[in-house]
């Protein structure tokens, strides 16, 4: 089996392992890592006596990748046995190199996450370097999984179980270095590689026989023993805080990690290294962690990784980028490119109202420089970039324009028009319409061919997703060059088929109106809200309708309306209509909508909200309310890919989760449907069920479960799609 770690003994007497796994570009903790670690704990144990000490490290960019991804997505129950003794082997040669008597450093060079922390966390020191982009912690817990190779057992007994649980373990923040620190789970943060590996040195030199804090006989568990009354006192409440924490959602990763805490805590390291293995293969081994790393691995690998890129297209990277807007949108993304090194022109119809784009940037910034994220210096460097103008002339140069003006066909128009004709001759066109048709809006420009959808979602620095629109005219270049310029800013593109709402907008629109139908029908708005929020979903679907606006709404209904294309009047439009035109509740900018909002915060739902049944018949049971709301948006994802305006399965998936909340346990929104209890006949049968119960719109395709079975059974691993033939 391949050698992933190299053995090399200095005069010292120390001893440098430099992970690095000659066949893969990071290093993850597959069978040839546990091959390789027993072999070099062999001889670590043979030649301790002329041991000074051990520095763990790395040849790649990052420290440690984790476990590997690939094999455990494909885990079956009757892999289990294999599982667990890889897993054992694993944790018993990280126990016999924490027990090996002699000082072990972990020079952490890069990223370790997961199984990368692991390693260092069994080590009796550890320094990290504050390489860029370098993050530390547990992420399993977002894959559906939990740190099995000693993570949980030794966060718990490191920083106490609480801390462990709410810093590290549940929430699975990847950390920069100095959070890390601030958190406890390194020791020193350096500069420069020479600095860790003197540190290193440093500190085998001044611990000769180090001993992990539990392996000491005075050892007490930070914030109490399992005995203690401390720990007691607090045990009965966790339950309830995590339900809390996920907002009623119960989902099997955070259940386990609570268990194996809790249950670890209270017996010796080496049982409680056994029950993590337990609980990780029962995780493993399920449904949930499948779908999870199918999204969040498989899926967006693929989609980061260009799918959808037309390959024969040369990069050709964007340098200066003009943005037209610089209201909520055009502001962030003004931000998103300065920070990612771009030159970037701000346009608005005055100078004060485009240097809001700058004074936006400047606020992000300097709570990023409060937070040690950023350099005083860099901070200056990228509020720099951007340059703000009321006028045509400084645009002159840019390779690039993103236009986030009102959503008015008209006016987007008028400044295509302005602006064509000073930027570069091949500039990319791009709009940042949530609704608009591409197609509709490339008509009026001068070059269609270059124009293209570059769809945001706000908080444009904080949301991950891009969804790409490409227009009927639209050619390869711009997609490319859309494509590279979305990964060069941070972002996941998808890339979608025109359409009126494109993938995105129409989707959370069915999320909203199955809703605010159930409003209508007279269930209580916190039955709804809590009845999302136990599905998964981020938020309620009133919350964000609020955070939408009800105006917004409306006026995309209505776009809709006047454009015909099927679209059928639903009690939940009449109920919006009334929220606006006789209560006067236009959404959170509004300070009153679904909710009232004091002093900006969300406040209560509003207690009028009782009173606008229209429709009221029968309770609505609680599997239904849940069902609704995610079949309303799975059917018409379907749709979407029959439609041709979803290319693949990928795509949904990610643009799902990524875009529009659907919960990230499904692995998105056409994985629920495959995954669902009977497959897709068994989500067919329900659709049917609930068409006859609650409306024409819940009616499946006629031939989705034969449809779905010709696709490729892993759809995550070549994004085929299943839509239109
Ligand atoms: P906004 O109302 O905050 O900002 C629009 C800006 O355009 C204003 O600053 C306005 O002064 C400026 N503007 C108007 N005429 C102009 C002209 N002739 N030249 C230059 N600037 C001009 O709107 P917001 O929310 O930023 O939306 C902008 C676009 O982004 C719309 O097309 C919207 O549909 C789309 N969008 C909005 C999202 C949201 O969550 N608000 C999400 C994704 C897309």
Same mark, same amino acid.
């Given at each position: ?8 003994r ?54 440690f ?16 046995p294999?599982?667990a ?25 890069g ?30 817990? $977002?894959?559906g ?9 030794? $966060? ?9 649980l ?83 959602a ?5 259940e ?5 805490a ?8 080496e ?30 690998r ?62 992000l ?14 901070a ?61 809006l ?33 050619g ?17 593109p ?9 993938? $995105? ?19 209580p ?21 609020d ?5 917004l ?91 041709g ?14 875009g529009i ?6 692995g ?30 819940f ?16 759809p ?10």
């Amino acid at each position: 089996m391949t050698d992933t770690i190299r053995y090399d003994r200095g005069a010292d007497g120390i001893v440098t392992l430099t992970l690095d796994d000659p066949d893969q570009s990071a290093n993850t903790m597959n069978r040839a890592y546990a091959a390789s670690m027993t072999a070099v704990l062999d001889r670590l144990e043979a030649e301790r006596d002329d041991l000074t000490g051990v520095i763990v490290t790395s040849a790649k960019q990052t420290f440690f990748a984790g476990g590997d991804l690939d094999e455990m997505g494909r885990a079956t129950r009757a892999d289990a046995p294999a599982l667990a003794e890889l897993l054992g082997t694993i944790k018993r040669d990280l126990r016999r190199l924490e027990t090996l008597g002699r000082p072990v450093v972990a020079a952490i060079n890069g990223a370790a996450l997961g199984g990368g922390l692991e390693i260092a966390l069994a080590c009796h020191h550890r320094i990290a370097l504050d390489a860029p982009g370098s993050r530390l912690g547990l992420p399993e817990v $977002t894959l559906g999984l939990l740190p099995g190779a000693g993570g949980v057992t030794r $966060t718990v007994r490191m920083l106490g179980l609480a801390a462990a649980l709410t810093t590290v373990l549940l929430t699975g923040r990847r950390m920069r270095p100095a959070d890390a620190l601030a958190a406890g789970l390194v020791d020193e943060v350096v500069a420069t590689d020479e600095e860790m590996l003197t540190r290193a040195r440093e500190w085998i030199a001044a611990n000769p026989r180090p001993a992990q804090p539990w392996d000491r006989p005075d050892y007490r568990m930070p914030g109490g023993t399992p005995a203690s009354r401390g720990l007691a006192a607090q045990l009965p409440a966790y339950p309830a805080n995590l339900r809390k924490q996920l907002k009623g959602a119960r989902l099997p990763a955070p259940e386990a990690i609570l268990a194996t805490a809790v249950e670890g805590a209270q017996v010796d390291l080496e049982t409680a290294l056994t029950v993590e293995t337990r609980h990780l293969i029962t995780l493993l081994t399920g449904q949930i962690a499948k779908n999870m790393i199918g999204a969040f691995h498989v899926d967006l690998r693929a989609v980061n990784g260009g799918a959808a890129r037309p390959s024969g297209v040369d990069a050709a990277p964007v340098r200066k980028v003009a943005v037209l807007g610089a209201g909520m949108m055009g502001a962030g993304i003004a931000y998103v490119c300065a920070k990612a090194g771009l030159e970037v022109v701000v346009r608005d119809v005055s100078e004060e109202a485009a240097g809001r784009a700058r004074d936006h940037a400047g606020k992000l910034l300097a709570k990023a420089v409060r937070r040690g994220r950023i350099g005083e210096a860099d901070a200056q460097a990228v509020l720099d970039r951007i340059t703000t103008t009321a006028g045509l002339d400084a645009l002159a140069g840019c390779d690039a324009v993103i236009e986030a003006v009102f959503e008015d066909p008209a006016l987007k128009q008028a400044v295509f028009a302005e602006v064509t004709p000073v930027v570069t001759a091949d500039a990319l066109l791009a709009s940042n319409t949530s609704t608009l048709p591409i197609t509709g809006l490339a008509a009026q420009v001068a070059r269609p061919a270059d124009f293209i959808g570059m769809h945001f979602f706000s908080p444009v620095d904080k949301m991950p997703l891009l969804e790409i629109v490409v227009g009927e005219q639209t050619g390869d270049v711009a997609l490319a060059r859309a494509f590279d310029l979305g990964r060069r800013i941070g972002k996941t593109p998808i890339v979608v088929n025109d359409g009126r709402g494109f993938f $995105t907008s129409r989707v959370i629109g069915r999320f909203i109106d199955e809703a605010v139908g159930m409003l209508a029908e007279g269930v209580p708005a916190a039955s709804v809200e809590q009845a999302a929020l136990q599905a998964g979903y981020p938020t309620g679907p009133l919350a964000l309708a609020d955070e939408v606006s009800l105006t917004l709404i409306q006026r995309i209904r209505r776009q809709f309306e006047a454009a015909g294309e099927g679209f059928v009047a639903l009690p939940s439009h009449r109920l919006v209509d009334t929220m606006l035109d006789t209560h006067e509740r236009p959404g959170r900018t509004g300070g009153r909508g679904f909710y009232d909002y004091a002093d900006g915060s969300r406040g209560r739902l509003w207690s009028g909200l009782a009173d606008l049944a229209t429709d009221a018949g029968r309770a609505v049971p609680l599997p239904d309310l849940k069902e609704r709301m995610l079949f309303a948006e799975a059917l018409d994802a379907l749709r979407c890919l029959d439609e041709g305006v979803l290319r693949t399965e990928t795509d949904a998936n990610i643009g799902s989760i990524l875009g529009i909340g659907f919960p990230a346990w499904t692995g998105g929104v056409i994985r629920y449907v495959r995954q669902y209890a009977g497959g897709p006949a068994g989500f067919a049968a329900r659709a049917a069920e609930l068409a006859a119960r609650y409306g024409d719109r819940f009616t499946p395709p006629a031939d989705l479960a034969e449809r779905l079975a010709a696709g490729s059974p892993d759809p995550a691993r070549d994004g085929r799609p299943v839509g239109a033939a």
